[in-house]
Nanobody, 118 residues
Framework: QLQASGGGLVQAGGSLRLSCAAS????????VGWFRQAPGKEREFVAR????????YYANYVKGRFTISRDGAKNTVYLQMNSLKPEDTAVYYC?????????????WGQGTLVTVSS
């Protein structure tokens, strides 16, 4: 089970850090990713990290502004979001895939709302 948190209201240019806490064990083969869905739009990929070695991959529209990381001791993945833009406004979801690279994401969290005001 995945629990996403850390969303909120922030002004453009500000920062937020999202957390994704896993209640069960995350195996070394797993990948954990962040996705987002803006109102009226389809869900889109944001970033992912491999649990074993921590390799990361980002969507072009967040590269250089967002950083994904993991804490094995806390079974938690983070998404540090800097230089936020109004177009980053969305519900952010974390998800886990049993493989790296992920073929499909098998487990999903409930989402946390990020609102960026201009």
């Amino acid at each position: 089970q995945l629990q996403a948190s850390g969303g909120g209201l922030v002004q453009a240019g500000g920062s937020l850090r999202l957390s994704c806490a896993a209640s069960g064990r995350i195996f070394n083969t797993y990948s954990v990713g962040w996705f987002r869905q803006a109102p009226g739009k389809e869900r889109e990929f944001v970033a992912r990290i491999s649990w074993s070695i921590g390799s990361t991959y980002y969507a072009n529209y967040v590269k250089g502004r967002f950083t994904i990381s993991r804490d094995g001791a806390k079974n938690t993945v983070y998404l540090q979001m800097n230089s936020l833009k109004p177009e980053d406004t969305a519900v952010y979801y974390c998800a886990a895939a049993r493989t790296t690279p992920p073929g499909e994401y098998n487990y999903w969290g409930q989402g946390t709302l990020v609102t960026v005001s201009s």
